[in-house]
Each structure stands twice: as structure tokens, then as C-alpha cells.
């Protein structure tokens, strides 16, 4: 027996060698199979979303209504002083963020875009990530966009960092040494535990997550994740995050802003 | 920001079940939890809902700690006359809103 085991163990050690070095099944999703979280919900929960008279997220959508025509900061600006009425000048403006920002040189998500202006227009200080401010400002914004398609724009400046994200998604991390992919790519629709995996195709944020009994951006569904995989989450606004939400958009190109949604 | 949303139909007939949906924006902190450093955070719920009809009242709910945030009600009545359908909602350290939709009966 004894001698047996020790004979094994140089192909465990192979085996196990073998496994790690392998990088993460890359089978992206093809175009015609790719599916909103929305088509993996009850029925009960897909009613809520639908119906803005139970979406609770309606709650933030108001809400950020209002700071929209409030005068804030320094310069006594309101977002409508210069923006003027959201319904038309930001249609379809969060169906094309994250989006290159000049001053940066490099893409900034919807968050860090309202940020900008509120520093350096409203001169206000900056609204934390997560705040119900920001959250409401974020809501009502991507609500004008409900129903539009996807466009982010994988110009030369913007396809460096697509790559980045791409290659976050693609890369096994955390003690539990997984990457995005395996789940979402070569797995979705099966159970983890009681929940449908699904294929991570961020059509509706910021949403209203059931289990949080908030609403919520991106990166806190990112941190989510990287938290599930035992890893170490990168700070709100950390380049990492903004490169693999523009990755996840890119990804998702094409498909109908829900925006605000209900996810369970 | 306390913010609540009710919705129903605009119009109806006589005699018509009508749904009135009610929805406000609330933490429901149970009381139950504590902060990292243990220290117990306070109740603060919703405590009573009531809903009238041209002033008569025609729902009434308690509620209690178990309850989710952002509560969602709904619930029927029978229209009878135009007017006003209100809700009011009240709870700890002094939250109260009131939010109305008019209805035209014909």
C-alpha cells in the first residue's frame, strides 16, 4: 500500500500541475446565445422590474430627479443649468459609458462622470460611491437609456483598455483560484448553491438586488464576486474596476439597457 | 429623503375592483443587528400604514420589524366616487409621509 501511494504521488503532483498551469476555458458567448440576466428570474421578480409602480428602484429614479434640478456647490449649478431636461440630453448616455475621458487619458464609468462635473463645474465636493446621492443621480441618468442598445465604442484609445478587462476576466484569482469565465462563460445557466449562474452581462445598473434590499452599482456586484472567489477587491473607482466594467459593456454590446433592474 | 410612490388606475367605472399599489423608501433597521464593534443598532421601522378613500379609510396595516426594506403593498378596493385615494405612512423617530392619486369614477 505504502508503496503503491508513493508511486501515485509524482502523477497527483502532475495532475494537479496540469490544472493550475491551464489557463481559464475562453469560450466566449456567442452573440445569439447571449441572454439578460432578466430571462433567468421568476416571474414574480421580473414583474416587479417591469412594472415602475413595484420597481423599487423607481424610489432612487425619483429621487435623483430632484437632485437633478437642485442647485449645488459653489457655483449654485444645477445638472439641468447646463444639461437641461435629462429626458432628452441623456438619452442613451448610459448605454455608452465607461467612455474615454481626455482630461484622465483613460475610460471613466458613469459614477466617476457625474464625480467630474460635480467638481469641477458645480464645484460640490465628490458624491462617495455607493452614496444614496450618487445612486439616485446614477439611477435617473440610466433611466433615459432604458430600452436603448448597448454602444460602447472599441476605438484605438478605448481597445487597450478592453484588452485589460478582458484579461482581468480571463485571469484565475483568489484562494479559490477562479476567473470570471469559468463561471459565467463555460457555466452559466447551471445552480451555484440555489442561484442560476448568469452570464454577467451588466444591462441594468445601477439595480435593485432583492438580497442587498438596496440599490446598488457595478463595482459593488464586482466586489461581490471577487469577495465569493476569496480575493481581494479593488477600491471603488480603481482603474481595475472601470477597465472590467468597460470590458463587461463591450461585452454585452447590442443588448437593451434595463436600467433601473431587479435582480434577486 | 423620504420618498413613497401610490399608483392606480386614473379611471374606472362604477362599481369597478380597482388595485392601488403602495410603495415607500425605508431602511426597516430591525433593531436586531449590531455594528462591527458591537454595539446594537436601533430599531427604526415603518410602524402603521393607512390608506382612505375620499377620507374614509379603507386599509390599514401594521408593521413589524421582519418586514423588508422599501415595503410593497397592494390591495383593492371597490370605486364608488371620484376623488382622492391617500396613503399615509408612519414609524420610528417621527417618520411620516403621505402620498395621494386622484381617480375619476364615471
Known amino acids: ?264 | 429623503m423620504t420618498r413613497a410612490i401610490v399608483s392606480l388606475p386614473a379611471t374606472a367605472r362604477r362599481g369597478d375592483i380597482i388595485e392601488i399599489k403602495a410603495i415607500a423608501a425605508h431602511a426597516m433597521e430591525t433593531g436586531f443587528r449590531h455594528t462591527q464593534l458591537g454595539v446594537p443598532i436601533p430599531r427604526d421601522i415603518i410602524t402603521g400604514f393607512a390608506c382612505t378613500y375620499n377620507g374614509e379609510e379603507i386599509f390599514r396595516a401594521v408593521f413589524y420589524p421582519a418586514i423588508a426594506a422599501n415595503p410593497y403593498l397592494t390591495f383593492s378596493t371597490v370605486a364608488t366616487e371620484s376623488g382622492t385615494i391617500a396613503c399615509s405612512w408612519s414609524g420610528d423617530n417621527g417618520y411620516s409621509v403621505t402620498e395621494s392619486a386622484a381617480i375619476t369614477v364615471a
Open chain 1, 1 to 264: 500500500m505504502q508503496c503503491g501511494f508513493t508511486m501515485l504521488r509524482p502523477v497527483y503532483l502532475a495532475l494537479l500541475l496540469a490544472a493550475s498551469a491551464m489557463p481559464a476555458h475562453t469560450a466566449e458567448i456567442a452573440p445569439a446565445e447571449r441572454r439578460s440576466g432578466y430571462e433567468m428570474m421568476s416571474r414574480e421578480t421580473r414583474a416587479m422590474q417591469d412594472d415602475d409602480a413595484a420597481n423599487p428602484a423607481m424610489l432612487w429614479v425619483l429621487d435623483g430627479e430632484v437632485l437633478w434640478n437642485k442647485k449645488m456647490g459653489a457655483a449654485g449649478l444645477a445638472c439641468a443649468d447646463c444639461h437641461g431636461d435629462a429626458r432628452a440630453s441623456m438619452k442613451g448616455v448610459a448605454a455608452r459609458y465607461p467612455a474615454f475621458d481626455a482630461a484622465r487619458a483613460r475610460p471613466v464609468d458613469l459614477e466617476q462622470r457625474i464625480n467630474t462635473c460635480r467638481t469641477e463645474k458645480q464645484e460640490a465636493p465628490p458624491l462617495a460611491f455607493e452614496s444614496r446621492d450618487l445612486l439616485a443621480l446614477t439611477a435617473y441618468i440610466g433611466r433615459q437609456s432604458r430600452g436603448m442598445p448597448i454602444r460602447i465604442e472599441a476605438d484605438a484609445r478605448m481597445s487597450p483598455f478592453i484588452e485589460a478587462g478582458r484579461e482581468m476576466y480571463n485571469r484565475r484569482q483568489g484562494q479559490l483560484n477562479l476567473a470570471c469565465a469559468q463561471c459565467h462563460d463555460d457555466n452559466w445557466g447551471k445552480r451555484l448553491a440555489g442561484n442560476v449562474i448568469p452570464q454577467a452581462h451588466p444591462t441594468g445598473y445601477p439595480l435593485y438586488r432583492l438580497e442587498w434590499q438596496n440599490l446598488g452599482s457595478l463595482q459593488r456586484r464586482l466586489r461581490n464576486c471577487l469577495v465569493g472567489i476569496r480575493a481581494e477587491p479593488y477600491d471603488y473607482g480603481a482603474n481595475e474596476f472601470v477597465d472590467l466594467e468597460l470590458f463587461l459593456m463591450w461585452r454585452a454590446r447590442g443588448m437593451t439597457i434595463e436600467t433601473p433592474a431587479v435582480r434577486p
